[in-house]
Structures are given as structure tokens and as C-alpha cells.
């Protein structure tokens, strides 16, 4: 019984920023890693970035150098830093949870539109 809860979405224009969070209902120590992965109209979800328990990080070839992302162990939270940001981005993105072996946990979504 895990509750992952996104926040933060919003309309922004081109070349803005947005941070979004994710608030985990237990410890994010739990899992192998935390990512976002996001899924824009009539496209397939696609994985944005990920960060492990101890603090690795690994980028989507599409946002490396722009998107940042961060957690605090301490209030159970993922972040996604946008920066940069183009109207290719625009898209639903999901906070997920990762076991070993899949993606087990996912959020409800927040809704990033970029205007070009």
C-alpha cells in the first residue's frame, strides 16, 4: 500500500522552468530507485530520469543538461528540475517506484504544458 502523489505541474513558456514533486506515503528506501517518466498525447510513457537509494542519478538522452532530478530523504520526495524547457516536453509526468525488477508504484500524474 503505497501512495505516490505528484505536484507542481503547470503551463510555462518555451525555454522557462518547472520543478514537480513526488510525496512518497513511506520511506523511499524502499526501493531500488525513484524516477519520472512522462507520456505526451497519442504517444507511448516514456522514462525521463531516475535516482537510486544512494543518490546516482541517470537522464533520458533528451533531457540530459536540462532536467535535474533530486529527492529528500527526510520528507519522502522526489523533485523533477526543468529547466530549459521546450514544447516537446509537454506531456503528463509520473512519479514512479521501482523493486528489483519492474516499476511497481506509480503516481496519479501532473500535467507539464509548454507553450512554444
Known amino acids: 500500500q503505497v501512495t505516490l502523489v505528484e505536484s507542481g505541474g503547470g503551463l510555462v513558456q518555451a525555454g522557462g522552468s518547472l520543478r514537480i514533486s513526488c510525496a512518497a506515503s513511506g520511506s523511499i528506501f524502499s526501493f531500488s530507485a525513484m524516477g519520472w517518466h512522462r507520456q505526451a498525447p497519442g504517444n507511448q510513457r516514456e522514462l525521463v530520469a531516475t535516482?537510486?537509494?544512494?543518490?546516482?542519478?541517470n537522464y533520458a538522452d533528451f533531457v540530459r543538461g536540462r532536467f535535474t532530478i533530486s529527492r529528500d530523504n527526510r520528507k519522502n520526495t522526489v523533485y523533477l528540475q526543468m529547466d530549459s524547457l521546450r514544447p516537446e516536453d509537454t506531456a503528463v509526468y509520473y512519479c514512479?517506484?521501482?523493486?528489483?525488477?519492474?516499476?511497481?508504484?506509480w503516481g496519479q500524474g501532473t500535467q507539464v504544458a509548454v507553450s512554444s
Open positions: 514512479a517506484a521501482r523493486s528489483i525488477l519492474e516499476w511497481r508504484h
Open positions: 535516482i537510486t537509494s544512494d543518490g546516482r542519478t
